[in-house]
């Protein structure tokens, strides 16, 4: 009888311990489910990234080729000229005429010149977006086998967060909630272009005693469909379209250097709900 419950006993708990590991593994399972869509939205954005960087990179190709193809205009008309101002030296013309031709000539040159620097800028220009472009590359492949991105050196631009934030809003149907380090970003966004059936909260800092902040601030709180609140943290760049799409971006150390969420996963934009609130709830009525 005695051996009979120690045998029970024996059973239960050897139940009970792999129940405890099974436990254990659903778990990590669902951890490491977790950590692989939390790291296709870390390659989405970055995916998007390097897709605008090609979009900028064949932008100034076609630059060049303008610049390219203004300067041999240019190098034409230089020539042309040159030749007419021999022609009028070897046939004797009077000398007011050929100095007129001269200073043309002399500002066709210096036309010229302005291309040339244009162009060298604009290669340079190029070059630093390849280079970009082609950081984000490997930064993507190296972080493939570790579905962990390391954004404390990405380089992510405010011009390509804004430009995403004015994507988002173009989409908005009801309600935007939005916080942006100072009002001269909200300029950037053209709240002006939204239909005014969708309720525009803001979030900001600003100077009133700038003439430009103020004459910013008079225009927006003349829509009806916006509200802004004074918010100084300048810290962040939020956006929160109908419950269905969130963009959060936190100004790093350096001037390119922010951390950047965009997803519209509902338990996502649901976990962020109180730090997409906390700008509006902190910031203050501009009295």
């Not at 790291?39 to 954005?45: E, N, R």
């Amino acid at each position: 009888m005695i051996e009979d419950d120690q045998n029970r006993d024996s059973l239960l708990n050897q139940i009970a311990s792999l129940e405890l590991k099974l436990k254990t593994k659903d778990e990590l399972i669902n951890n490491l489910q977790n950590s692989m869509e939390l790291k296709d939205v870390q390659i989405k954005t970055i995916k998007d990234s390097i897709n605008l960087k090609d979009e900028q990179i064949e932008t100034l190709d076609n630059t060049l080729k303008v610049k390219d193809d203004k300067i041999t205009t240019l190098e034409k008309s230089v020539t042309l000229k040159d030749e007419k101002i021999l022609s009028l030296k070897e046939n004797m013309i009077e000398k007011e005429p050929f100095e007129k031709q001269l200073k043309e000539n002399r500002d066709l040159q210096r036309k010229l010149d302005i291309l040339k620097q244009e162009l060298i800028k604009a290669d340079e220009d190029l070059e630093a977006l390849e280079a970009e472009n082609e950081k984000l590359r490997n930064q993507l492949e190296s972080s493939s086998g570790t579905k962990l991105i390391d954004w404390t050196n990405i380089e992510i631009p405010k011009s390509l967060i804004l430009e995403k934030m004015r994507e988002i809003l173009m989409n908005a149907v009801h309600n935007v909630l939005l916080a942006v380090p100072s009002i001269q970003d909200l300029q950037e966004l053209y709240l002006y272009e939204i239909r005014s059936s969708v309720s525009i909260k803001a979030s900001c800092s600003i100077d009133i005693s700038l003439e430009d902040d103020a004459m910013l601030l008079e225009e927006l709180e003349s829509l009806d469909n916006i509200t802004i609140r004074l918010f100084e943290s300048e810290d962040r760049y939020v956006i929160e379209r109908d419950g269905e799409e969130l963009l959060f971006a936190v100004i790093g150390n350096t001037e390119n250097n922010h951390l950047v969420l965009h997803t519209r996963d509902s338990k996502h934009i649901k976990f962020f709900k109180s730090l997409i609130m906390e700008a509006w709830l902190r910031a203050r009525k501009i009295e």
